[in-house]
């Protein structure tokens, strides 16, 4: 599964280090890593100084991530586990969000949202990172993707579009919670 996950040809399309550079986090900040799943951008993160609540609906996933975790020694990641559905993270209470290639999974897009700007701080920012809705070498069925355009959509009442990066792989927005 990990191969599957992480292995060289997923990790030259979608380079984990350059994903999180891009985020343009601070050190200390708290980033909640949601559906971390084997703790590909987890780790990242907390390489980069952050402290990361990583969550996942899998409890085999979140497994995995702990012995990683324990051969890797970064003591900046937490998982825990959870759904999207019912976030058992406090309000007000992290930094950023990242979903990363969880946005198209999602039930209810404006809920999330909704979430979302709930658990962030005055000011915290929501970075969503999915794959293009075209063929890709790998990821869900193109019919099952969303676009930029509709991850914004369902955003725009709660944050404002701060940037937009794209390859031919995936697409990565920057939010900022509003209000």
Request: proline fraction near 5%; charge should be neutral; hydrophobic fraction near 40%.
């Amino acid at each position: 599964m990990l191969e599957r996950l992480e292995g060289a040809e997923r990790r030259g399309a979608i380079p984990a280090d350059e994903i999180v550079a891009w985020m343009g986090l601070r050190s200390g900040d708290v980033v909640l890593d949601l559906g971390a799943g084997t703790g590909y951008f987890s780790l990242a993160l907390a390489r980069r100084g952050a402290q990361v609540v990583a969550l996942d609906i899998e409890p085999r996933m979140s497994r995995l991530l702990r012995s990683r975790l324990d051969r890797s020694q970064l003591e900046a990641v937490s998982p825990i586990l959870g759904d999207v559905a019912k976030l058992p993270v406090a309000s007000g209470s992290v930094d950023r969000v990242l979903l990363a290639f969880v946005y198209h999974e999602v039930g209810d897009p404006c809920g999330l949202m909704d979430e979302c700007w709930r658990m962030l701080k005055a000011g915290g920012r929501l970075t969503v990172v999915d794959f293009q809705k075209r063929d890709t070498p790998f990821g869900p069925p193109v019919r099952e993707r969303k676009t930029p355009e509709d991850v914004l959509a369902a955003a725009m009442s709660r944050f404002e579009a701060r940037s937009r990066r794209e390859t031919d792989v995936y697409y990565q927005l920057e939010l900022v919670k509003k209000g």
